[in-house]
């Protein structure tokens, strides 16, 4: 009995291939078409010309320059954004935050950006851990990248200069000393929303502090909180760039934008 129904499998599977070539015959036989190395080769648009700056660091031709040393037009007071930017250009080269007159925001909102900023802890070397020389930028006004003298100055990692506020520490401390200029060069990419205002796909940012890399496109996990979890509590469309007065005279200078 066994050995019938192997037969009887046998020959059903026999025929089924039988029915297979046929169908397969019917088919035209395309043979693929040869590749050229021109078939993979895209022409337009054009890829726009940016002239780079000469001095590595400077604003390349299509950036908009938040900050050069000459004013605070780009910027207003967060407290009233119908009043001036309420911080100190110090010698038509360098901007001071006034402790205690609040964070300052640029006119512009934005949404997907590459960032150069320049920051120094203030001269002279008071308090510890978060409170010296703290200070830090708030991509759309909400997404905070730390600013602090992590110069010799321990404190919690994930709040030291180069982390995103209680969410990401940086990979490595980088930090030059308080007499001396930090560079941030900041690749943000906003985060977006569904239809019903959830979110579909956090924020993402990558970010080199003097040329080291210390945040590998790092996944935003939501508003910056000081105390509890952070999420996305709410959707939002393009927003300003923030600096935060946290009592210290943080300095900056050579801040400016390119929309991506
Ligand atoms: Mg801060």
Do not use: C
């Not at 250009?89 to 150069?116: A, C, E, R, W």
């Not at 952070?230 to 009592?247: C, K, T, W």
Request: hydrophobic share 35%; aromatic share 10%.
């Amino acid at each position: 009995m066994k050995s019938m129904k192997l037969f009887l499998t046998a020959g059903v599977l026999a025929g089924t291939f039988q029915i297979y070539a046929q169908e397969q015959s019917e088919v035209p036989e395309v043979s693929p078409m040869p590749m050229k190395p021109e078939m993979t080769e895209i022409w337009q648009p054009e890829v726009e010309v940016v002239t780079p700056a000469k001095k590595l660091g400077d604003a390349p031709s299509d950036a908009i320059v938040l900050f050069d040393g000459k004013n605070l037009d780009q910027w207003v007071s967060q407290k009233d954004t119908t009043q001036t930017a309420p911080w100190e250009v110090v010698d038509n080269d360098y901007l001071q935050v006034v402790p205690g007159s609040g964070m300052i925001q640029t006119k512009k909102k934005f949404g997907d950006i590459q960032l150069h900023l320049e920051f120094s802890a203030p001269d002279k070397v008071e308090g510890s851990s978060q409170g010296r020389g703290n200070s830090g930028v708030f991509f759309q006004n909400r997404y905070e990248l730390q600013i602090l003298d992590s110069y010799n100055n321990r404190t919690y990692r994930n709040g030291q200069a180069g982390s995103i506020y209680k969410d990401h520490a940086p990979l490595v401390n980088p930090m030059r000393g308080p007499l001396e200029w930090n560079v941030y060069d900041v690749v943000y990419r906003a985060p977006r929303f569904k239809e019903n205002g959830l979110i579909d796909s956090p924020a993402e940012i990558t970010v080199f502090l003097n040329g080291v890399l210390v945040q590998n496109n790092a996944t935003i996990n939501g508003l910056t909180q000081y105390i509890g979890l952070h999420d996305y509590p709410e959707s939002h469309g393009n927003d300003v760039i923030a600096l935060q007065d946290h009592g210290n005279k943080t300095q900056f200078r050579n801040i400016w934008v390119r929309e991506l």
